[in-house]
């Protein structure tokens, strides 16, 4: 199925009750502790966090920093009910609509550069701090 026809991509309220649960699976090892202090974090005027929603349920969230003409992806994560149904992309392709002459710039695990090399970045791995594979991802609109 795909949820393409359903989705409204809006910002998302950082009291939205329903946000730690969507956003948890983005955060390395999420403790509840972990993942309050994630969200304050968009309370900085240079972060923003949009949302994925069918009807009133949250089902995605992307949230990301601009500074100047690049933007960092900091979390993507789509609940596991909905994932592969396209709306990690919706949610992606709503940043770049709004970034031409920018930098979109991701740093991800193994698991999600496949997302990324299909969205048009360009990835290249290196040692992470813990010792894991990591890539950076980038691409220019």
Avoid: W
């Amino acid at each position: 199925m795909n949820a393409e026809n359903k989705i409204t991509i809006k910002s998302v309220n950082l009291d939205d009750a329903r946000l730690p649960s969507v956003i948890h699976g983005a955060i390395g090892n999420p403790s509840p502790e972990k993942v309050v202090e994630v969200i304050e974090s968009y309370k900085n005027p240079d972060h923003a966090i949009i949302g994925a929603f069918i009807g009133d349920i949250l089902v995605g969230v992307l949230g990301f920093c601009k500074a100047s003409e690049v933007i960092t992806i900091h979390h993507i994560s789509v609940s596991l009910h909905y994932q592969r149904q396209g709306i990690g992309t919706l949610l992606l392709e709503e940043v770049k609509k709004g970034s031409k002459g920018c930098k979109i710039m991701a740093e991800t695990d193994v698991e999600s550069v496949d997302f990324y090399t299909k969205s048009g970045f360009t990835c290249h791995g290196f040692n992470g701090p813990y010792g894991n594979l990591r890539h950076k991802c980038e691409i220019n609109l």
